[in-house]
């Protein structure tokens, strides 16, 4: 992969994405604390980005090494700190540690923000920044065959109270 296409790829994006939840939980914690567990929160922040990068440029496995630090981190703080809700940092990181150590590392962000699993040095097709992505024609929902469809619906006022309610009866098809 080369060094413009890592930030193509959803590892980047999470490690990105659970930036600033790590910082808001650094800022949450006690004055006492912001240069002792507050900045070593805020360094693996900055790092585990850093080190995904390096991972999906040269093929280097360090990532796991910064997640599991930022985990420790965070799991002390947790325990220390226990009214501080961690929630939204644990949900990010598990999300992105679990994709860390799986086959789907080098997956590429698609123009519908779906992942797409490329080959080492394949480049995704994706637009250009400040480029418009290429419109794509919804996609409806298949309904089974053995669905039935209704023959008729009936809407029938009831006053069995000051606001108006509506009932609908629905039918089945009877050929079914």
């Given amino acids: 992969m080369t060094l413009s296409e890592y930030r193509d790829t959803l590892a980047w994006q999470g490690a990105i994405d659970l930036g600033p939840h790590i910082v808001k939980l650094a800022e949450e914690l006690p004055q006492a604390e ?11 922040m900055v ?48 999300t992105l540690t679990e994709r860390l150590s ?40 298949e309904v089974p065959a053995a669905v039935a469809t209704p023959v008729s619906v009936e809407a029938q006022p009831s006053a069995t109270n000051s606001e108006e309610t509506t009932t609908v009866h629905v039918q089945p098809d009877s050929g079914q």
């Fill in 34 to 44: 912001q240069t002792g567990l507050g900045q070593q929160l805020r360094q693996l």
């Fill in 47 to 94: 790092e585990l980005p850093g080190v995904i990068a390096m991972d999906l440029v040269d093929g280097s496995s360090a990532r796991l090494q910064v997640a599991l630090r930022l985990a420790g981190a965070l799991e002390l703080t947790e325990r220390i700190y226990p009214a501080l809700d961690t929630a939204a940092a644990r949900t990010a990181l598990d």
């Fill in 102 to 141: 799986s086959g789907s590392f080098t997956e590429k962000i698609t123009v519908a923000g779906q992942p797409e699993a490329l080959a080492p040095g394949q480049i995704a097709d994706l637009p250009n920044e400040g480029e418009a992505a290429p419109a794509t024609a919804p996609v409806a929902p």
